[in-house]
């Protein structure tokens, strides 16, 4: 009695369960199959008019449904506490299927149908986001009865909008990838799919490229997410980059930097940080200041302003991000140093560098910013009493961030040439390449100048070479490289003391 009540019970509660699910309509010809997803793996399907359909499981998670007859059987599919309610039309009129499809996209006037033989044939181009959404959910109803030859053409506001969303971010987009510039991208539909193609310069790009579609509701990343109508492929790939690091020194009088510092900013050069030209070269050396402008425009409004010292440290190229080791530019020579590995060893000579040593690592962090850890070395050799050499060296290490062909001026030089030569190690830094031209005469004369460390990252091979202006020991060679051999020696003759001219 008790089992009986329990069978009762099932038949009414099903029927109940299945009419408080939401249904489906979906249509399947006479004689011909249908397959459904529900989204899961059912445990158990009903059917209430088994002469109209059958159905039977079909690989994992999908049903196959077979037309019997003509006629509506309602089809209850479910697994545990999940459900799903088909409402599965037979019809052997394909003429039925017409006017139902024409019903149910009455809102995508764009789409065209047609009968063609037994078949259903939709063509058309859908601009709207919306109408394609409702084609691609009403289409699964019909299955085989209808031959999709509808494309997704976005309305010309849609990819505006897109191409206003990446220029914002700062790339290029254009109609055609015929420039392969890093940065600069191409959107193209194909079907109901947009692909973007194009190259970047780093890993963040790519990312931010990712975070600005995932903000379209309408667009499906690689077509992962089922809900949304248009599929979109990035095709987009990082582009192996060679960077240049370069590097000048500037010798600056005292009563020289106020004088820089007041063009600067009369010509529009925006200084970041509060940066005070006058008081730069003193305190902390790990201090890095963003001048916003190329180099030689740097250069050009110092020499404006008086300065008349410049020496190129040099340059270093390397690949983009590609290491993590230091790439090296040493402007110095090295000293030969005995090391012995034992007692009565003759030990082993080892190379030590001395002079100007800049360390560089790091590369770009957007189409047109780098971050950089640069190292810096000023080291010099200092004779002792037994005729041996002590390496008096000062390092710094800071972190840039910096436009590309934007200039950065480290502060702090001046400390470290003077911590690294010291009153007993002048003289032999006019021997030493890039430390001897900012050395003069005499310690007071030293003392006078500031020294500027300016840095300027760039790809290699875009920007022209850099000019420098004429510093002060080549300011005149031209003039010099005119005179004759008697010209000279008067003029050394004259500069002379009259007891040298006399004797």
């Known amino acids: ?28 010809p006479l004689k011909g199959i249908l ?44 697994a545990g ?56 959910k009403v289409l699964p109803a019909y299955g085989a009865n209808v031959v999709n030859l509808t494309t997704f053409q976005p309305a010309p506001e849609i990819m505006l909008s897109l191409k206003k969303l990446f220029e914002n971010a700062g790339f290029k987009v254009v109609q055609d ?34 975070q600005l579609i995932s903000t379209q509701d309408w667009l499906s990343i690689d077509g992962k997410d089922k809900t949304k109508p248009v599929k979109f492929i990035n095709k987009v790939v990082i582009k192996p980059t060679l960077l240049d690091v370069g590097a000048v020194f500037v ?9 820089i510092g007041t063009n600067l900013l009369k010509n529009g050069i925006n200084i970041a940080q509060g940066f005070n030209f006058s008081t730069i070269f003193e305190g902390a050396t790990n201090q890095s200041y963003n001048l916003g402008a190329d180099l030689s425009t740097i250069l050009n409004l110092m020499a404006e302003s008086g300065c008349k010292r410049f020496h190129r440290a040099g340059h270093l190229s390397f690949m983009s991000n590609e290491s993590k080791e230091y790439k090296v530019l040493h402007e110095g ?64 290490s800071t972190t840039i961030v910096a436009k590309l062909g934007e200039t950065v001026a480290l502060g702090g ?7 690294s030569s010291g009153p007993s190690g002048i003289p032999f830094l006019r021997k030493v390449p890039v430390l001897n031209w900012i050395c003069a005469e005499s310690t007071d004369s030293f003392n006078d100048n500031q020294v500027l ?27 010099e490289s005119g005179k004759t051999n008697q010209q000279r020696t008067e003029e050394a003759n004259e500069k002379k003391s009259f007891w040298e001219r006399w004797f």
């Not at 024409?102 to 037994?118: A, K, M």
């Not at 890093?182 to 973007?196: A, C, F, K, V």
């Not at 030089?413 to 911590?419: A, G, V």
Request: charged letters at 20%; proline letters at 4%; hydrophobic letters at 40%.
């Open 333 to 396: 020579g090295t000293l030969k140093v005995r090391v012995y590995g034992g007692a009565g060893g003759t030990g082993t000579l080892n190379d030590v560098p001395y002079g100007f040593i800049m360390r560089v690592r790091g590369g770009l962090v957007g189409n047109d910013q780098v971050k950089l850890d640069i190292q810096i070395e000023v080291s010099t050799p200092a004779l002792q009493e037994n005729n041996d050499y002590d390496l008096k060296q000062t390092k710094v």
């Open 35 to 78: 397959i459904l997803t529900p989204g899961f793996r059912a445990t158990d399907i009903s059917i209430t008019d088994r002469n109209v359909i059958s159905a039977e499981m079909f690989a994992n998670d999908q049903i196959r449904v077979t037309g019997l007859a003509v006629g509506k059987s309602d089809l209850h599919v479910t």
């Open 81 to 136: 506490t999940v459900a799903k309610l088909y409402t599965v039309t037979v019809t052997d009129n394909v003429r039925e299927v017409f006017n139902s499809l024409r019903r149910d996209l009455d809102s995508v006037p764009e789409v065209e149908i047609s009968i063609n033989g037994n078949k259903v044939v939709l063509k058309g181009e859908v601009s709207s986001i919306g109408g394609w959404e409702t084609l691609l």
């Open 177 to 210: 990838i015929t420039d392969f510039s890093p940065g600069t991208l191409s959107l193209q539909n194909e079907r109901d799919t947009l692909i973007l193609r194009g190259s970047v310069y780093c890993d963040e790009d790519l990312t931010t490229i990712n």
């Open 251 to 259: 010798g600056v009088k005292q009563a020289d930097t106020s004088a």
């Open 453 to 479: 460390l300016l840095v300027y990252p760039q790809v290699a091979g875009r920007t022209p070479p850099l000019k420098m202006p004429p510093s002060a020991e080549t300011a005149n060679t031209l003039e």
């Open 1 to 28: 009695m008790f089992k009986r009540f329990i069978t009762i019970a099932a038949l009414v509660i099903l029927p109940l369960g299945a009419m408080a699910a939401e249904s489906e309509n979906v249509v399947v």
């Open 413 to 419: 030089m001046k400390d470290m040439i003077e911590e």
